[in-house]
C-alpha cells in the first residue's frame, strides 16, 4: 500500500462516510424498504441484524479493495492491509488485552472486594469449607457461561458487533484514510467520530422503544457518543500500530463485557486509587506495549504494516 498515492482526501472520507452510513442503514432495510414483516421475537429479530451487518461489511470491504491503491492485488496482500493476518497473532490478542484490563483495575477491585464479603457471609453462615465456597463460584461461572453461550444478546455484545464494526470501522477506514494522505492523529480522531455517529441510530431506539424523555435519550446517548469517540481512538491506535485487526476486536470485546470502568464506590477508597494506578500505569505502557515491531517482522526498513514509520 502507497500512502498518497492515487486516492485524494476527499474521496477517502466520502467513502468513509458512506461506509458509516450503509452500517447503519442497512440494519432498517429489511423493514424500511423490503417491507418484510417485524421478526416476533428479539432472536428472529437480532439474527437479521446480524445478517444484514455481515451484509454491509462485505459490501466496506468490497469498496475499499477496489479503491485502495495496491501494489499487488493477491488476496493474501489485502487481508495484510485489513490488518487479517496469523504472524505475531498471540502478541496481538495478549498484549492489547493486557494493557486494556489496566483501565478496569478499579472494577477489578470492586468485584475482588464483593467476592471477600461473599466469601465472609459464607463462612458466617457455617455452609462449609473455603473449597466448598470455591466451588460454588465455579458452578455459578459455568452455569453463567453456559447462559452466555445461548443469549442471542451476548452474541450481538461479543462476537458480531466487535467483528463487523472493526472491519468496517478500522480495518476498512483506517487504510483508506493513511492512503488519502491523512496523518496519523487525524486519522485516529475521524475514525472514531464515524464510529460514533453510527450509533445515534440508539438514540431513535431508546427514545421510542423505551419511553424516555428527550432529555433524557439525549444524555444516555450523549454519554455512550462521548464512550465510543474515546474508545474508537484508541481502537484505531490499537490497530495502527500493530497492523493487527485482532488487536482492537480483542479490546472491544473486553471493554463490552466489562462496561464503563469503575471510577469511586461509596465507602471505600480502594476503587477509585486502584482506577488512578491502573489509568497511569496504561498511559505509560501505552505506546512500550504497542510498539510496531513486537507485531510485525519489519520490511524494507520499516518495522510497520503500512510504511508510517519510515
Same mark, same amino acid.
Given at each position: 500500500?502507497?500512502?498518497?498515492?492515487?486516492?485524494? /482526501?476527499?474521496?477517502?472520507?466520502?467513502?468513509?462516510?458512506?461506509?458509516?452510513?450503509? !452500517?447503519?442503514?442497512? *440494519? !432498517?432495510?429489511?423493514?424500511?424498504?423490503?417491507? =418484510?414483516?417485524?421478526?416476533?421475537?428479539?432472536?428472529?429479530?437480532?439474527?437479521?441484524?446480524?445478517?444484514?451487518? $455481515?451484509?454491509?461489511?462485505?459490501?466496506?470491504?468490497?469498496?475499499?479493495?477496489?479503491?485502495?491503491?495496491?501494489? /499487488?492485488?493477491?488476496?493474501?496482500?489485502?487481508?495484510?492491509? !485489513?490488518?487479517?493476518?496469523?504472524?505475531?497473532?498471540?502478541?496481538?490478542?495478549?498484549?492489547?488485552?493486557?494493557?486494556?484490563?489496566?483501565?478496569? $483495575?478499579?472494577?477489578?477491585?470492586?468485584?475482588? @472486594?464483593?467476592?471477600?464479603?461473599s466469601w465472609k457471609e459464607h463462612m458466617?453462615?457455617?455452609?462449609?469449607?473455603?473449597?466448598?465456597?470455591?466451588?460454588?463460584?465455579?458452578?455459578?461461572?459455568?452455569?453463567?457461561?453456559?447462559?452466555?453461550?445461548?443469549?442471542?444478546?451476548?452474541?450481538? &455484545?461479543?462476537?458480531?458487533?466487535?467483528?463487523?464494526?472493526? @472491519?468496517?470501522?478500522?480495518?476498512?477506514?483506517?487504510?483508506? *484514510?493513511?492512503?488519502?494522505?491523512?496523518?496519523?492523529?487525524?486519522?485516529?480522531?475521524?475514525?472514531?467520530?464515524?464510529?460514533? @455517529?453510527?450509533?445515534?441510530?440508539?438514540?431513535?431506539?431508546? !427514545?421510542?422503544?423505551?419511553?424516555?424523555?428527550?432529555?433524557?435519550?439525549?444524555?444516555?446517548?450523549?454519554?455512550?457518543?462521548?464512550?465510543?469517540?474515546?474508545?474508537?481512538?484508541?481502537?484505531?491506535? =490499537?490497530?495502527?500500530?500493530?497492523?493487527?485487526?485482532?488487536?482492537?476486536?480483542?479490546?472491544?470485546?473486553?471493554?463490552?463485557?466489562?462496561?464503563?470502568?469503575?471510577?469511586?464506590?461509596?465507602?471505600?477508597?480502594?476503587?477509585? @486509587?486502584?482506577?488512578?494506578?491502573?489509568?497511569?500505569?496504561?498511559?505509560?505502557?501505552?505506546?512500550?506495549?504497542?510498539?510496531?515491531? *513486537?507485531? &510485525?517482522?519489519?520490511?524494507?526498513?520499516?518495522?510497520?504494516?503500512?510504511?508510517?514509520?519510515?
Amino acid at each position: 500500500m502507497e500512502p498518497e498515492t492515487g486516492l485524494s /482526501k476527499p474521496v477517502a472520507v466520502v467513502a468513509c462516510a458512506t461506509m458509516a452510513f450503509l !452500517y447503519v442503514a442497512i *440494519l !432498517y432495510a429489511p423493514t424500511l424498504i423490503l417491507r =418484510l414483516p417485524a421478526p416476533s421475537t428479539i432472536k428472529e429479530f437480532m439474527i437479521r441484524r446480524f445478517i444484514c451487518a $455481515a451484509i454491509s461489511s462485505f459490501i466496506s470491504l468490497v469498496l475499499c479493495a477496489f479503491l485502495l491503491p495496491l501494489r /499487488k492485488r493477491e488476496a493474501t496482500y489485502l487481508l495484510g492491509v !485489513y490488518g487479517i493476518r496469523l504472524d505475531h497473532f498471540w502478541q496481538a490478542v495478549v498484549f492489547p488485552l493486557s494493557l486494556t484490563s489496566l483501565m478496569y $483495575a478499579g472494577s477489578f477491585v470492586f468485584k475482588s @472486594l464483593l467476592l471477600v464479603d461473599s466469601w465472609k457471609e459464607h463462612m458466617h453462615q457455617g455452609e462449609g469449607f473455603f473449597f466448598d465456597f470455591v466451588k460454588a463460584i465455579l458452578q455459578n461461572f459455568l452455569a453463567g457461561l453456559s447462559s452466555t453461550a445461548s443469549n442471542v444478546l451476548a452474541w450481538r &455484545n461479543y462476537v458480531v458487533a466487535p467483528l463487523t464494526e472493526e @472491519l468496517v470501522f478500522r480495518a476498512c477506514m483506517i487504510p483508506l *484514510l493513511l492512503c488519502g494522505g491523512f496523518e496519523i492523529y487525524v486519522v485516529i480522531l475521524l475514525c472514531p467520530i464515524l464510529f460514533s @455517529l453510527a450509533h445515534l441510530n440508539h438514540w431513535m431506539e431508546i !427514545y421510542g422503544r423505551q419511553n424516555y424523555s428527550l432529555l433524557k435519550a439525549f444524555m444516555v446517548v450523549g454519554l455512550q457518543l462521548g464512550y465510543t469517540v474515546i474508545f474508537g481512538s484508541y481502537a484505531s491506535f =490499537l490497530f495502527i500500530r500493530t497492523g493487527h485487526l485482532v488487536a482492537p476486536i480483542v479490546a472491544h470485546i473486553f471493554c463490552n463485557f466489562m462496561g464503563l470502568p469503575m471510577l469511586f464506590v461509596r465507602r471505600t477508597g480502594m476503587v477509585s @486509587l486502584a482506577f488512578i494506578a491502573g489509568a497511569v500505569a496504561f498511559i505509560c505502557l501505552l505506546c512500550p506495549i504497542t510498539q510496531p515491531h *513486537l507485531y &510485525n517482522d519489519g520490511t524494507d526498513d520499516c518495522e510497520c504494516w503500512h510504511g508510517y514509520c519510515s
